[in-house]
């Protein structure tokens, strides 16, 4: 596997536009080969900036299909729902069509919630009962522990590859989340991560200089063709 490339920025914002400018690249290159582009995309405080300047760009959103690497168990207008956030920042400025949203209901029980994001990536996609979708892109994200997506430090399922998605309970969170898995993120033609502010220094200093240990650091987790975007106050220890 290649090794990452890093791209810094001096803030939040030229980082988040950066990122969402090499997105709308990917998008375009995977539409004229197949007409189609797949994008996933991660939830928290982070990727607003990034939602929010591309609702603003005049980009043909047109057999773009939109899913969500992770979602917390909530009915998607709670405060704290990933989709809601991804709703207010871009789909509704942007008009995206509902057709091409794929949402994990998180209103739903966990594991028929992730059942259920399964059987709708197998059918957009048009898996075989085994295989694993190949994201144009996958946006993520890290958190201050190391986390991405919502596989955390000590997570068992961060072993599996072979499944699509599965139901999490995160003790530290007290919540129960939806996430893709390790097999899926890897697969990923193109890996954007998005990390910003001094909270995530440290943890990105070892997620790009620690030896390869996905169970203490999941955010090691990459595909082929990973670019990180990170601002100037999360490479201060790097």
């Known amino acids: 596997m290649d090794a990452p ?19 709308f690249e990917l ?11 797949t994008l996933a995309v991660s ?29 917390r168990c909530f009915p998607p207008g709670h405060q704290q729902s990933n989709f809601r956030m991804l709703r207010e920042s871009l789909l509704d400025a ?20 992730a059942r259920i994001y399964c059987e709708t990536i197998r059918k957009v996609l048009q898996l075989g009962p085994d295989e694993l979708p190949a994201f ?8 201050p522990d190391a986390h991405t997506a919502s596989l955390f430090p000590g997570e068992p399922a961060i072993e599996d590859r072979t499944g699509l998605a599965a139901a999490l309970r ?21 890996t954007l991560l998005l990390v910003s502010g ?26 082929p063709e990973t670019v990180w975007f990170i601002d100037e106050a999360a490479a201060s220890r790097l």
């Open 5 to 23: 490339r890093i791209l810094k920025f001096r803030t939040p914002r030229e980082a988040a536009e950066a990122c969402g400018a090499r997105t």
């Open 170 to 190: 995160v003790e530290k969170m007290q919540q129960h989340r939806v996430t893709l898995l390790r097999g899926v993120l890897e697969k990923a033609k193109s």
């Open 198 to 223: 001094p909270d995530k220094a440290e943890a990105l200093r070892s997620v790009l200089r620690e030896p390869f240990d996905p169970l203490r650091y999941p955010c090691q987790i990459a595909s």
């Open 136 to 143: 144009d892109v996958i946006q993520r994200g890290m958190g």
């Open 94 to 113: 942007a008009r995206i069509p509902e057709a091409q949203v794929h949402r994990v209901l998180g209103e739903r029980d966990p594991a028929e919630a």
């Open 27 to 37: 998008l375009d290159e995977a539409r004229r080969e197949r007409g189609i582009a």
């Open 43 to 71: 939830g928290g405080s982070t990727p607003r900036i990034m939602f929010e300047w591309m609702a603003r760009q005049p980009f043909d959103w047109s057999g773009v299909h939109i899913f969500q690497v992770d979602e």
